[in-house]
């Protein structure tokens, strides 16, 4: 779906053909369809802030009486950075599935079209 495989190549983390090579989907089904991945990269964020909070409660633990729970803020805000080239592509494979789901038919089956603005 991309083109180049490496998300922190940060220059070309949106470099996507128009259509899928194997079935045709075009990918953008109407100008501006990818803003909407806003909000499943935040919910993408949202999760991956609990599963580091619970892995580091479980690991490191957590306490009121000395800095780990602001160790554990810096180390996720890091890893959020640091891993939001991947999430921006996996929310868009995921905001397109929402509309585009998957066919096993596909080789007999027109793509969905795309939307005219
Ligand atoms: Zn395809």
């Known amino acids: 779906m991309f083109?180049?495989?490496?998300?922190?190549?940060?220059?070309?983390?949106?470099?996507?053909?128009q259509t899928c090579a194997e079935c045709g989907q075009?990918?953008?089904?109407?100008?501006?369809?990818?803003?909407?991945?806003?909000?499943?990269?935040?919910?993408?964020?949202?999760?991956?802030?609990?599963?580091t909070f619970v892995a580091w409660f479980v690991l490191i633990g957590m306490s009121t009486s000395d800095n780990r729970f602001f160790f554990w803020l810096g180390t996720n805000i890091f890893l959020l950075i640091f891993l939001q080239p991947w999430l921006m592509r996996l929310s868009r494979v995921i905001y397109l599935y929402f509309f585009v789901k998957y066919d096993p038919d596909y080789q007999s089956k027109k793509p969905v079209s795309k939307k005219e603005a």
Request: hydrophobic share 35%; aromatic share 20%; net charge neutral.
């Open 3 to 17: 083109k180049n495989n490496n998300p922190w190549n940060l220059k070309k983390v949106f470099d996507m053909p």
């Open 26 to 51: 075009p990918y953008e089904l109407e100008p501006g369809f990818w803003y909407g991945t806003g909000y499943v990269s935040y919910a993408l964020s949202v999760a991956l802030s609990v599963t």
